[in-house]
C-alpha cells in the first residue's frame, strides 16, 4: 500500500509458531496461559524507534491482520497516549470485557477504524460487531466497517484504510468509494 509521507515499520512476530512454520504474536493455549512479554517488548522498542524517527504519537497508526489485529488494540488501548489511530483488520479480539477495561483513560479517544470480511471462515464478523458495539457503549472513538470478502480484505477496505490513514479521522470516511 503506497501513501506518500507515510512511513511503514512492520515488525516479525516473536515467537515461533507450534506448527512449526512462521511466526506468531502470542505463545501458548487457553489452558496453559498466553505468554506476550517478547511481543510487548518488541512493540515498546518499535515505539521508541519511530518517535526517535521523529512521529509523534498523534502521528503514529497502529495496523494490525487477524491476530496482529487484536495486538494493534491491546497494545493501542494500553499507551498512556492518545495515537492518531488503530486499525485492526479481522481481528480476534478473545476477552472485549479485559480490553476495554485495561485500556488508558488518554487511549480511550484514539480513533479506531475496525474493518471485517462478512464472509470471514476464520474469525466470525459478528465478533467484530460485538466488540466495536461494547467498546461504542464504553466511550470508544470506534467505527465497524463490515465489508464484501472473507479473511483477506480487498480494495474497497485498502481504500478505506488509506483515507484513514491520510485523514486520521473516522468521521471524514468516504464509505461509498
Same mark, same amino acid.
Not at 522498542?45 to 487477524?66: A, C, E, H, R, Y
Not at 476495554?100 to 471462515?121: C, F, Q, R, V, Y
Given at each position: ?15 515461533? *509458531? !507450534?506448527?512449526?512454520?512462521? #511466526? &506468531? ?6 489452558? /496453559?496461559?498466553?505468554? +506476550? ?65 485495561? *485500556? !488508558?483513560?488518554?487511549?480511550? #479517544? &484514539? ?6 470480511? /462478512?464472509?470471514?471462515? +476464520? ?55
Amino acid at each position: 500500500m503506497r501513501i506518500q509521507s507515510a512511513k511503514w515499520y512492520i515488525p516479525r512476530a516473536p515467537y515461533k *509458531a !507450534s506448527a512449526g512454520q512462521g #511466526h &506468531t504474536w502470542f505463545s501458548g493455549s487457553p489452558e /496453559k496461559g498466553w505468554k +506476550v512479554k517478547k511481543t510487548f517488548n518488541l512493540l515498546d522498542t518499535l515505539i521508541k524507534q519511530v518517535m526517535n524517527d521523529g512521529f509523534d504519537p498523534d502521528n503514529i497508526i497502529l495496523l494490525g491482520f487477524s491476530m496482529g489485529g487484536s495486538l494493534s488494540l491491546r497494545y493501542g488501548l494500553g499507551m498512556q497516549c492518545q495515537l492518531r489511530g488503530i486499525i485492526p483488520v479481522a481481528a480476534w479480539v478473545r476477552e472485549p470485557e479485559e480490553l476495554i477495561n485495561s *485500556a !488508558s483513560m488518554e487511549s480511550k #479517544h &484514539t480513533p479506531i477504524l475496525m474493518i471485517h470480511g /462478512k464472509d470471514d471462515s +476464520v474469525v466470525d464478523h459478528k465478533k467484530s460487531i460485538t466488540v466495536a458495539a461494547e467498546m461504542k457503549n464504553n466511550g470508544f472513538s470506534i467505527h465497524l466497517e463490515i465489508v464484501n470478502g472473507g479473511h483477506i480484505i480487498g480494495i474497497y477496505a485498502t481504500n478505506l484504510i488509506k483515507q484513514f490513514i491520510k485523514t486520521g479521522r473516522l468521521e471524514n470516511l468516504d464509505l461509498a468509494s
